[in-house]
């Protein structure tokens, strides 16, 4: 009989209950004794063994169906340092733990390699990748878990604030979570019909400039203009912030997270996009008003979507039948309606030693696309005298100002 232990790191996720429910059922109809570790490392790594529960079939009966975690969740980081990894394996040998499963996304990942390290063969560990940021190095066209709920709930937010847009005349900026990369800001974007996502991989050069971020957002509100239509949203992804200079005063004495990253929920980029764009407008005598919404810990909890029930189903009993199978160090992931195990080792960046971040494909089709839906001032708008003229007179510009500002990216 092997002991189990099932922890979750990082933020909600929709599924993760999913993978908790499935998991512990394989492992208790295999024979298998499982434990449920509270709030990912924080206790654990300083050596407190109490906060664990042991979970049997009524514990987990129908809790696919909900949101949030039934373990709960932290961000707490036990790789700090090394009496804090030997602290973890400790814990897990106490509570004779010898297959362990983590869910969450690259700070969680990044810790599990860690303590696989550290436990020297005694521990088995797999990872369940999640994030509804889509930004951990899976195959291509294979999300995360909880990223398609997270969109479906953000695109009915977007949905609605476009309708709310287009009865009030006037404009919304919607600050859509996404730390690294502008999956879900893009995802729902298109989905929604935003005219304009906004997202990270479209500035080839980094850092990036607020300068630049504030002219492509005052070129789809001018564009937009010069359709005689004084209405729009803006999805803007988060993670452009986390790329701006480090000298913006933006950034100024922003806090950061136990794992060292900006903590992006207490940087004003909506207010400050909104004040600037508006203010730039208003120095040429152009009048917009411009709303502003930051969407993220409403998509973390929903319930969610039939998909990510059926994917994180999989992905929990694939975790446990292969820790059963003797795999260990490896990421759990769905491939083709098979359960693929992908060695950590193949998703670490050498120069960080960390988990690789997955962004949005900007040479495929599908970003693309969604850029040939949006509504931002292209090249050929310059190029067509017309249109230009027309782009001009809505900024208030002459020609040669207007192309000179609104040049793309």
């Known amino acids: 009989m092997s002991t189990f232990g099932i922890l979750v790191g990082g933020g909600p996720a929709p599924g993760i209950n999913g993978v908790v429910g499935a998991a512990t059922t394989a492992a208790l109809r295999g024979g298998h004794r499982v434990i449920g570790i509270f709030e990912g490392f924080r206790h654990i790594m300083a050596g407190d063994t109490d906060q664990i529960v042991e979970l049997d079939r009524a514990a987990v009966d129908q809790i696919h169906l909900k949101g949030g975690s039934v373990l709960y969740t932290s961000r707490a980081n036990p790789t700090k340092t090394p009496e804090t990894i030997a602290n973890c394996v400790k814990s897990l040998d106490t509570l004779g733990i010898d297959s362990l499963i983590t869910i969450g996304g690259d700070d969680t990942a990044s810790s599990a390699m860690r303590i696989a390290e550290a436990a020297r063969g005694r521990l088995r560990v797999v990872h369940v990748p999640k994030t509804v940021d889509n930004d951990l190095p899976l195959p291509s066209g294979i999300p995360t878990f909880g990223f398609e709920t997270a969109r479906e709930h953000a695109a009915a937010v977007v949905e609605r604030i476009l ?13 859509m979570m996404g730390r690294t990369a502008g999956h879900l800001a893009l995802g729902a974007g298109k989905a929604a019909g935003a005219p304009i996502a906004l997202i990270p991989e479209d500035f080839s050069k980094t850092p990036i400039q607020m300068e630049d971020v504030v002219r492509t957002l005052e070129g789809a509100i001018v564009r937009r203009l010069a359709e005689g239509r004084p209405d729009g949203v803006a999805v803007i992804a988060e993670g452009i912030a986390e790329h701006l200079d480090e000298n913006d005063p933006i950034l100024k004495g922003v806090p950061r997270d136990e794992h060292g990253h900006i903590r992006l929920a207490e940087i004003p980029l909506g207010n400050v996009l909104r004040k600037a764009v508006r203010e730039s407008l208003a120095s040429r005598g152009v009048t917009v008003t411009i709303g502003e919404k930051d969407v993220g810990y409403e998509v973390r909890c ?27 160090s490896a990421l759990i992931t769905r491939q083709s309606g098979a359960i693929v195990p992908v060695p950590f080792a193949d998703i670490v960046d050498p120069a960080t030693g960390r988990a690789t971040v997955r962004h949005v494909d900007t040479s495929s089709d599908s970003y693309r696309n969604a850029l040939a839906l949006q509504e931002r001032i292209t090249a050929e708008d310059l190029a067509d005298d017309a249109m230009l003229a027309r782009i001009a007179k809505a900024a208030k510009l002459t020609s040669v100002e207007a192309k000179r500002r609104y040049s793309p990216l």
């Open 163 to 175: 309708e709310d847009t287009r009865t009030t005349r006037r404009w919304f900026f919607i600050i």
């Open 302 to 328: 929903g319930y969610p979507t039939a998909f990510d029930r059926d994917y994180t189903r999989d992905l929990g009993v694939g975790a446990v039948r292969c820790l059963l199978a003797g795999h260990s």
